[in-house]
């Protein structure tokens, strides 16, 4: 996986090229927030029934092999964003952003409120996989309308800001789905109708981005160069590998605070939090960086690493925590450095089904991390256990690609 990383990119950070919309204004505001709300539809998929999924399990306790399939509500929207991504990316290129945009986050406002009145819990399902197509759609649309409306610094602000808002959004949503919950567990589906607000604003005020030739993304008096497929391997590896480290703690810190005898929910939502604050510093701290993101990789992946360590050796709640923050610091770090990195490789006419091929990796990552974990724990004894081989492997690849940047910048130009 290092191996395949392309060498850094100066275009990731300052590329020079203008951006194509205007940058101020009440205009510019209210576009930026619907591209940030519209990053966000994946996530409320993600996190907003996870507070219902134990009254589901009684509500179908009935049926057979209800354990299982309950779950599958949660992580099949994940599992169909991962799979879909690349073809709705091949869309984007050919239909044109807009379109899709609106056509998808409608869907998704009918495909999210269809459990509020199906009784059958396969229906559901089918339903949530149409959901996870709607959001590949979604994020894929959002995603390239960044990198096509701004460039240089203004790019990777926004691309940061869309990694904290994803993760202020999920301990939001988890907090809505609970309260939504307790009058049962089909209300929080009601909450997917909110995109038929987003939609209509979406028609309106987002429009059709123009290619920027002659920006240092293109060749000027050069045809369309071909895809980039080799530099964006590279990047989509290391994605898929970069999405289990950034879902490690969410995913996994309640049982990690369980295994260390807190059973308190207050305190385990409070921890999650704390854990979910520093990912949004991370990013944060990464908007404000201006370096290119490339040479950034090998140090922000030695910092997860370092917060795998101490989660790993942690003997009671508070030094957890404090691995857990040192950890989604990086992760803050890492998410828009990765996407950053693939979108100074892209030009206009391949933003979109590069887009697509990066958020399948990511959310492919994402759908295995719980999977890769189970099967660290089963060979190591524990879950601190496998996150601390989590911890030497995100370490090795930091040290990978330090390596390789290191020949890369030794070799003669």
């Known amino acids: ?175 809505l789905g609970g309260a939504a919950g307790s009058a049962g567990w089909r209300v929080p589906f009601w909450v997917y109708a909110v995109s038929l607000v987003l939609a209509p604003l979406m028609a309106t005020v987002l429009t059709n981005p123009a290619s920027r030739t002659g920006s240092a993304e293109t060749s000027p008096g050069v045809g369309q160069p071909a895809f980039p497929w080799r530099p964006l391997t590279g990047i989509c590896a290391l994605t898929f590998f970069g999405a289990m480290v950034f879902y490690t703690v969410p995913v996994e ?57 101490v989660m790993c050796l942690a003997g009671n709640a508070p030094l957890l925590v404090v691995g857990a923050v040192v950890n989604c610091v990086g992760t803050g770090m890492l998410l828009p450095a990765l996407l950053t990195s693939a979108m100074s490789r892209l030009a206009f006419e391949d933003r979109g089904r590069g887009t697509g091929l990066w958020m399948a990796a990511f959310f492919g990552g994402e759908f295995v991390c719980p999977l890769v974990l189970l099967a660290g724990e089963s060979a190591v004894g524990s879950l601190a ?9 995100t370490a090795a690849v930091a040290l990978g690609l330090r390596t390789r940047r290191g020949r890369t910048a030794g070799r003669p130009s």
């Open 1 to 175: 996986m290092p191996g395949s990383l392309p060498s850094p990119s100066p275009t990731a950070v300052d590329d020079g090229a203008p951006s194509s919309v205007p940058v101020a204004g009440p205009a510019h505001l209210l576009r930026v927030a619907l591209l940030m709300a519209g990053s966000c539809l994946p996530i409320l998929g993600a996190v907003l029934i996870a507070p219902v999924l134990p009254k589901m399990q009684d509500h179908f306790a009935s049926l057979p092999g209800a354990k299982a399939l309950v779950p599958l509500a949660l992580t099949v929207p994940a599992l169909a964003l991962a799979l879909l991504a690349p073809f709705a990316g091949l869309i984007v290129d050919r239909l044109g952003r807009k379109r899709l945009l609106i056509t998808a986050t409608l869907l998704y406002a009918v495909f999210g409120t269809a459990p509020l009145w199906l009784d059958s819990l396969g229906a559901i399902i089918v339903s949530r996989a149409l959901v996870g197509v709607a959001e590949a759609a979604i994020m894929t649309c959002c995603t390239t309308l960044i990198g096509d409306y701004y460039s240089g610094r203004r790019r990777v602000k926004y691309l940061a800001l869309q990694t904290m808002c994803a993760s202020a959004s999920a301990t939001a949503f988890f907090l």
């Open 253 to 309: 810190m309640s049982y990690l605070l369980d295994d260390l005898g807190v059973a308190n929910s207050g305190v385990i939502g409070l921890a999650t939090a704390i854990a979910s604050a520093a990912t949004v510093g991370g990013a944060i701290a990464f908007a404000r960086l201006k370096r290119s993101p490339d040479p950034m990789l090998p140090g922000v992946l030695a910092l997860c690493a370092v917060g795998f360590g």
């Open 385 to 393: 256990g496998a996150v601390g081989v989590l911890g030497v492997v």
